[in-house]
């Protein structure tokens, strides 16, 4: 079965700043996707970045960047310029090319501080 | 184009009652999947429906169960409420399955079991 394990219950950054939020996941699938979720305390779950397991090049969206190791099943967030709106909960979530549920990860809750 | 909606938003049970929430996908979403979010167990998956089809099933007992209409919205029922089915529950619709398919959440419903 497939699991997603995130580390960091809690993390926090100064405004402006660099932070790094990890993500692990096994499977034993080849065809597969990998996903970070952001969810407000207006509780709305929003879609921040996607990896396809097939594309090597590493996605980016804006100020999001994911930094993906395929053999060590790491699937990091790095989020720049960290702003106040990005305070958060933050999950990694894998999804199976044949399959249609997301697994999810406990969540990192993403403090920014002023 | 509107989102995803759930109604209620909110609601209180008292235990051994019966509930039904609704949510309507995105237009020309056929695709519906729900989630439940617990602070102990966190984000699991109960089930997707695509074209009136249960297509996959989490691990949840009999209680919980779901269905879909023609213009794709989609009930899910819990019958012989507990405790512990106190939490938010969260629909997602896409426009197709498979895990190319990006899944946009609504609001979710929280419900409060007394």
């Known amino acids: 079965a497939q699991t997603v394990t995130q580390s960091q219950p809690e993390m926090s950054v100064q405004e402006a700043e660099t932070v790094t939020l990890s993500c692990t996941y096994d499977t034993s699938e080849s065809d597969y996707y990998l996903f970070w979720y952001k969810q407000p305390p207006s509780r709305q779950m929003i879609l921040v970045i996607r990896q396809e397991a097939y594309k090597q090049q590493n996605a980016t969206e804006n100020r999001f960047s994911v930094n993906f190791q395929k053999a060590a099943k790491s699937f990091s967030l790095k989020i720049s310029d960290s702003q106040l709106g990005d305070a958060a909960m933050y999950f990694c979530a894998y999804r199976s090319g044949s399959n249609y549920q997301l697994i999810w990860g406990a969540g990192t809750k993403l403090i920014i501080k002023p | 184009k509107a989102g995803v909606t759930q109604t209620p938003r909110y609601l209180i049970k008292t235990r051994g009652q019966q509930v039904t929430l609704s949510c309507s996908p995105i237009?020309?979403?056929?695709?519906v999947s729900w989630y439940q979010q617990t602070p102990g167990q966190g984000l699991q998956f109960l089930f997707e429906y695509f074209s009136e089809t249960q297509r996959n099933k989490g691990n949840f007992p009999g209680r919980f169960s779901g269905r879909q209409f023609s213009n794709s919205r989609s009930e899910m029922n819990v019958s012989t409420l507990e405790l512990g089915d106190s939490a938010l529950y969260l629909c997602?619709?896409?426009?197709?399955?498979?895990?190319?398919?990006?899944?946009?959440f609504g609001p979710g419903t929280r419900l409060t079991v007394l």
């Open positions: 997602a619709s896409s426009s197709g399955t498979g895990g190319s398919h990006e899944q946009f």
């Open positions: 237009s020309g979403h056929r695709s």
